[in-house]
């Protein structure tokens, strides 16, 4: 942690400051003047004003600037894979007609999800993609807010759970049946068990037949398709639209409306969000996630994921606070990467256990970055020697009971290097971003060069986008910065998709 400011010598009257800022220089009893000191990191010795100042630069090099035609590009590739979810529903009618999915800034390495990375290919901004999303897409629905969420947690791990059909109708068992583990009981009966392995086996199979027949019939201004990748339960794919190329995985789900039983307890204590945001948005509903305990079945077990709420939570969670995540994030991507052991979850966890531990007033202080990362990053250390990291929604679930004591040290003792010197781990990471950007750039360059296809370049087409669509949809991401964003798809007219911003519809 951060030392105090020396505005004093031990024992004199004057207190010791807790502000980052101090005067020159300050009296004794005795008349004495004292040399003031910056304030410095007891544990590097770094300046705590430096490290303001390498966060705020790591920040201003990771944000996304989006200009009109940035923001038309973005469109053109979220219609293009909201098109392509309707032909894939078309196809067997598994999926539900009336959809929501929800769509997420990041993809699932940036920890935007509880999933495990270990099946994910590597991709690094600039080289792989510009941009990176998360969709979770439904593939069953249970929505009936009358209806008890009843999960079947008896052979599972905390945080986990099998999913049987017999939750809905015999209509959809008999859609899915192909896509489930079968069970037969003493007594006669037949359980179907919704797989997400099998699942994920189903959704990629039509990605790609869809795509193959988008394909034969291209469109002028139509993405192009770069990479489509099985990760794991994860599809992702990477879609060239004019000079940007944007990263989407896709997570086939299970959407609950309600609370799970399992997480109630949590309801009953005190939040950093009480008063700033209702109950009612943050338990509005949850999924299951295709990833399994360390020692489940995979066929069988999904994983409970809490992805809504975080969206809502993140509305309440300071500027400062939040700046110091994503350098304290960007540096762990990088150095705790190989072997797989922490994933930026955990990081979010940390951040959001931290919020409810100490005051607002303090986390809202606009100058603290700096004391925020290092306490991340002390927190963290303190998650790996102890193995112990709850999680948030369900604190009886330990994240990191499955590390063996050998990975958890390897990487304490990661952290105790970027602990030792966290300017020079900052540095790095903005080395990086500002790699990233170059990257994109010079693509953007070539794009314009080469007169690469653009949503633009169909001026005076059939299917002339409409510049004030673009206008909007940059309005609406600046105006709602962290807020759920749903899309509402209707199959049979892919080109007109709903959007709806928490409670508001467009």
């Known amino acids: 942690m951060a030392a105090p400011a020396l505005t004093s010598r031990a024992g004199s009257v004057n207190s010791l400051g807790n502000s980052p800022t101090a005067t020159p220089s300050s009296t004794n009893n005795n008349n004495k003047i004292i040399p003031s000191y910056p304030e410095l990191d007891f544990r590097s010795g770094a300046r705590i004003e430096d490290l303001n100042r390498l966060i705020l630069e790591f920040s201003k090099h990771d944000q996304r600037e989006y200009d009109d035609q940035r923001a038309l590009e973005i469109h053109t590739a979220k219609d293009f894979i909201f098109s392509m979810l309707g032909m894939v529903q078309k196809l067997d009618q598994k999926l539900p007609v009336a959809n929501e999915y929800l769509l997420l800034s990041g993809g699932v390495r940036e920890g935007v999800v509880d999933m495990d990375l270990d099946e994910l290919s590597v991709y690094?901004?600039?080289?792989?993609?510009?941009?990176?999303?998360?969709?979770?897409?439904?593939?069953?629905?249970?929505?009936?807010?009358?209806?008890?969420?009843?999960?079947?947690?008896?052979?599972?791990?905390?945080?986990?759970?099998?999913?049987?059909?017999?939750?809905?109708?015999?209509?959809?068992?008999?859609?899915?049946?192909?896509?489930?583990?079968?069970?037969?009981?003493i007594n006669g009966t037949t359980n179907y068990f919704f797989s997400p392995t099998l699942v994920a086996d189903w959704f990629y199979e039509s990605i790609s037949v869809v795509l193959v027949e988008i394909q034969k019939k291209p469109q002028r201004g139509?993405?192009?398709?770069?990479k489509v990748e099985r990760n794991g339960t994860i599809i992702s794919v990477i879609l060239g639209v004019g000079s940007s190329r944007m990263l989407y995985d896709i997570v086939p789900v299970v959407s609950f409306k309600g609370w799970p039983a399992v997480a109630q307890s949590w309801l009953m204590e005190n939040h950093f969000w009480d008063g700033k945001i209702t109950e009612e948005e943050v338990i509005s509903g949850f999924y299951l996630v295709p990833?399994?305990?360390?020692?489940?079945?995979?066929?069988?077990?999904?994983?409970?994921?809490?992805?809504?709420?975080?969206?809502?939570l993140k509305k309440c969670i300071s500027a400062s606070l939040m700046q110091a995540y994503q350098a304290c994030k960007a540096i762990i991507i990088k150095l705790l990467s190989r072997p797989k052991a922490i994933s930026p979850y955990h990081l979010r966890s940390m951040m959001l256990w931290a919020c409810d531990r100490l005051p607002a007033t303090y986390l809202s202080q606009e100058d603290f970055s700096a004391h925020f990362l290092l306490g991340l990053i002390d927190d963290l250390q303190n998650c790996l020697v102890n193995k112990m990291c709850p999680n948030y929604f369900i604190p009886q679930c330990n994240m990191l009971e499955h590390l063996s004591d050998e990975m958890a040290m390897l990487h304490a003792r990661k952290l105790s290097s970027v602990r030792s010197d966290p300017a020079e781990h900052l540095r790095t990471t903005i080395e990086h971003a500002k790699a990233a950007n170059r990257l994109t750039l010079e693509l953007h360059w070539r794009g314009s060069a080469s007169n690469l296809p653009s949503p633009q370049s169909d001026a005076g087409g059939e299917h002339q986008p409409d510049d004030r669509l673009a206008k909007k949809l940059q309005q609406l991401v600046t105006e709602n910065p962290g807020k759920s964003i749903s899309v509402f798809i209707n199959p049979d007219d892919v080109t007109r998709p709903h959007f709806r911003i928490d409670d508001k519809f467009f």
Not at 131 to 160: E, G, I, Y
Not at 222 to 226: D, I, K, L, N, S
């Open 291 to 312: 990833a399994c305990s360390h020692k489940g079945r995979k066929e069988n077990e999904w994983r409970l994921s809490f992805a809504r709420s975080e969206v809502q």
């Open 124 to 185: 690094a901004r600039g080289t792989d993609y510009d941009m990176d999303f998360t969709l979770l897409v439904p593939a069953l629905k249970l929505h009936d807010r009358n209806q008890p969420v009843t999960l079947d947690m008896r052979h599972s791990a905390l945080c986990h759970s099998w999913l049987s059909l017999r939750l809905f109708d015999e209509g959809t068992i008999n859609k899915w049946k192909d896509c489930c583990t079968v069970v037969d009981h």
């Open 222 to 226: 139509m993405p192009r398709v770069e």
